[in-house]
């Protein structure tokens, strides 16, 4: 079963830091924000989550990245990106999230001059969904490391 290695907040933009706990609420990580909420947050995009194995992969290609460098609130293990899709209900510690969309990346996301993920999504891309994947809030509750994350169902 796939798990979360590492919750994170920051008070806007990136990095992120970990915390040992937090609370999962309809507005996001309490205690979280984003540094430019008119294109970041809002419902569809509450919690940003990415794969431990994604940013592993990219440290050992020589990228300067860490779990939380990529703004992501869950890093979690045990779970292959390209699975992903838009609908599927996961439960994250005690929340309940419904995945929405591939995050397209940022500039932030470009490091010396290198794309660490498609600009464009292309499911059968290799790097699809490396950026991460935005959910929205079904259910409120607390997550931490160690938490399981669990796919509930593919479609909402």
């Avoid at 419902?43 to 194995?53: G, S």
Wanted: one cysteine or more.
């Amino acid at each position: 079963m796939a798990e979360i290695v590492q919750v994170n907040i920051s008070r806007g933009g990136v990095p992120k830091r970990p915390v040992p706990e937090a609370m999962i609420t309809t507005l996001g990580l309490y205690g979280d924000s984003w540094a430019h909420p008119q294109i970041h947050g809002g419902p569809d995009q509450r919690v940003l989550i990415i794969a431990a194995e994604a940013v592993d992969e990219l440290a050992a290609q020589g990228f300067p990245v860490f779990y939380g460098a990529l703004g992501e609130n869950l890093t979690v293990r045990g779970v292959d990106p390209s699975t992903l899709r838009a609908g599927q209900t996961w439960r994250a510690g005690d929340a309940i999230l419904e995945l929405t969309k591939v995050r397209v990346p940022c500039a932030t996301l470009h490091i010396y001059g290198r794309t660490i993920c498609d600009r464009i999504y292309d499911p059968t891309s290799p790097l699809r969904a490396r950026s991460g994947f935005y959910a929205s809030v079904r259910r409120e509750g607390l997550v931490s490391p160690g938490a399981p994350f669990e796919l509930l169902s593919e479609l909402a």
